[in-house]
């Protein structure tokens, strides 16, 4: 599905999940490079950034979590950025492109979208965006970190080793969704500042700090992940080792009794005890005795 938007002379077109019809049909249009039209119809595993002919080719992929509208946590946007024109590519639907084409659409009327002289600007805007919505997502793991910890602390520990492994893999598959993120946006940025000017430079640096960002409030959630599971297991390790302490002090107190209760049960003559008077009173008597003296040997060496 194709759409296209325009503010003054720059074109902005958008492409979900790209047919054949609809490759072709750009290709015509803007005069697309073979090899950068053979990579749209499919998603690609890695991002890249190259420049075929008079415009320039990258593919980032984003994590979702929240706003996925699909089974992948990573939605990927192919841009191709021209002097006057910008294509993405998608494969998903992204709100939060979704939301610029609003936004885009309303200030194009009014005519307050300041994009410049060269779509290069426009492609600034929109990646802004887009690492907003990343902040967004880590704010949703942020939410539940905060859950977790609040539940770790009302004795929950053994229900939380599943939900601190969740939060686990969705902060590593974050981190590998925009890992390769520097490198790509170092070499974009030669690039860009050769084909739109050296101007350009000061939007590549702002586009850097919002990653920048992003990475460093990623960090921050593995390390608060660290901590809890840490402090999880530390918790668990000390429950378990409590209830350990008390069955082996059960174990230990049920001992005297059932060893008395074995030597009386055995079918020998001259049993010392058995047949006196008040035999058995005698017997029970022996074993809370002998029970009493291993329970106060336990408080008194402080295992209780």
Same mark, same amino acid.
């Given at each position: /599905?194709?759409?296209?938007?325009?503010?003054?002379?720059i074109?902005?077109? *958008?492409?979900?999940?790209?047919?054949?019809? *609809?490759?072709?049909?750009?290709?015509? +249009?803007?005069?697309?490079?073979?090899?950068?039209?053979?990579?749209?119809?499919?998603?690609?595993?890695?991002?890249?950034?190259?420049?075929y @002919?008079d415009?320039?080719? $990258?593919?980032?992929? %984003?994590?979702?979590?929240?706003?996925?509208?699909?089974?992948?946590?990573?939605? +990927?946007?192919?841009? &191709? &950025?021209?002097?006057?024109?910008?294509?993405?590519?998608?494969?998903?639907? &992204?709100?939060?492109?979704?939301?610029?084409?609003? +936004?885009?659409?309303?200030?194009?009327? =009014?005519?307050?979208?300041?994009?410049?002289?060269?779509a290069?600007?426009? %492609?600034?805007? /929109?990646?802004?965006?887009?690492?907003?919505?990343?902040?967004?997502?880590?704010?949703? !793991?942020?939410?539940?970190?905060?859950?977790?910890?609040?539940?770790?602390?009302? @004795?929950?520990?053994?229900? /939380?080793?599943?939900?601190?492994?969740? =939060?686990?893999?969705?902060?590593?598959?974050?981190k590998?969704? !925009?890992?390769?993120?520097?490198?790509?946006?170092?070499?974009? +940025?030669?690039?860009?500042?050769?084909f739109?000017g *050296?101007?350009?430079?000061?939007?590549?640096?702002?586009i850097?700090?919002?990653?920048?960002?992003?990475a460093?409030?990623?960090?921050?959630?593995?390390?608060?992940?660290?901590?809890?599971?840490?402090?999880?297991d530390?918790?668990?390790?000390?429950?378990?080792? !409590? &209830?350990?302490?008390?069955?082996?002090?059960?174990?230990?107190a049920? %001992?005297p009794? /059932? =060893?008395?209760?074995?030597?009386?049960?055995?079918?020998?003559?001259?049993?010392?005890?058995?047949?006196?008077?008040?035999?058995?009173?005698?017997?029970? @008597? @022996?074993?809370?005795?002998?029970?009493?003296?291993?329970?106060? %040997?336990?408080?008194?060496?402080?295992? $209780?």
């Amino acid at each position: /599905m194709i759409t296209r938007y325009k503010h003054d002379d720059i074109t902005w077109v *958008d492409v979900e999940s790209p047919t054949k019809e *609809d490759i072709l049909l750009l290709t015509k +249009e803007f005069n697309l490079h073979p090899l950068a039209a053979s990579e749209l119809p499919l998603p690609t595993l890695r991002p890249k950034v190259d420049m075929y @002919g008079d415009a320039l080719y $990258l593919i980032l992929h %984003f994590p979702a979590f929240r706003h996925s509208h699909g089974p992948d946590s990573r939605q +990927e946007v192919d841009f &191709i &950025i021209g002097k006057k024109y910008l294509i993405t590519v998608r494969y998903d639907g &992204i709100d939060t492109i979704h939301k610029f084409s609003k +936004e885009f659409e309303v200030n194009s009327l =009014l005519d307050k979208h300041e994009i410049g002289n060269h779509a290069g600007y426009l %492609f600034f805007s /929109m990646i802004k965006k887009l690492y907003r919505s990343l902040e967004h997502e880590l704010d949703s !793991i942020e939410v539940r970190l905060k859950l977790a910890e609040s539940k770790i602390f009302k @004795g929950e520990e053994g229900k /939380m080793v599943e939900v601190l492994s969740y =939060l686990n893999r969705d902060l590593l598959d974050f981190k590998q969704a !925009i890992r390769p993120h520097m490198e790509v946006l170092k070499t974009f +940025e030669t690039i860009s500042v050769k084909f739109f000017g *050296d101007e350009f430079s000061f939007y590549i640096r702002s586009i850097f700090g919002e990653y920048h960002k992003v990475a460093n409030m990623l960090e921050a959630h593995k390390e608060m992940l660290k901590d809890l599971r840490d402090t999880n297991d530390s918790l668990l390790t000390t429950k378990t080792s !409590i &209830i350990m302490k008390r069955l082996t002090f059960v174990s230990f107190a049920t %001992f005297p009794p /059932m =060893l008395i209760a074995g030597i009386f049960g055995m079918n020998a003559t001259n049993m010392p005890v058995v047949e006196m008077k008040n035999d058995f009173w005698i017997i029970i @008597g @022996g074993m809370i005795i002998f029970t009493s003296s291993i329970i106060a %040997f336990f408080f008194y060496k402080k295992w $209780l």
